[in-house]
Nanobody
Framework: QVQLVESGGGLVQPGMSLRLSCAAS????????MSWYRQAPGKERDLMAS???????NYANSVKGRFTISRDNAKSTVYLQMTNLKPEDTAVYYC?????????????WGQGTQVTVSS
């Protein structure tokens, strides 16, 4: 029922840009905090960016100033605009959804999309 489908990943050269999309369905999108995580081979999955129900954003220090998260509630879609990409950005990027409550255990994940930054 609940689905998060990421798209937009691929192979790019350092310094280039890429935009990821996550299409959501099966829940009331506007009531959820949306986030992007990434996981590199052999490493843990880390939070990169999140956006609140009303548009407030938060970023990991490693991507602040380079990545921008946004949402379109009418389309039930969250985006991650990535600029000035670096080789260390190479990872599988995952879309995540959770209710806007710290007491909720609900957690939805997409299947991930591969981003490779290499010359």
């Amino acid at each position: 029922q609940v689905q998060l489908v990421e798209s937009g990943g691929g192979l790019v050269q350092p310094g280039m840009s890429l935009r990821l999309s996550c299409a959501a369905s099966g829940f009331t999108f506007s009531n959820y905090v949306m986030s992007w995580y990434r996981q590199a081979p052999g490493k843990e999955r880390d939070l990169m960016a999140s956006i609140s129900r009303t548009g407030g954003t938060n970023y990991a220090n490693s991507v602040k100033g380079r990545f921008t998260i946004s949402r379109d509630n009418a389309k039930s879609t969250v985006y991650l605009q990535m600029t000035n990409l670096k080789p260390e950005d190479t990872a599988v990027y995952y879309c995540n959804a959770r209710p806007g409550s710290i007491y909720s255990l609900t957690n939805y994940w997409g299947q991930g999309t591969q981003v490779t930054v290499s010359s």
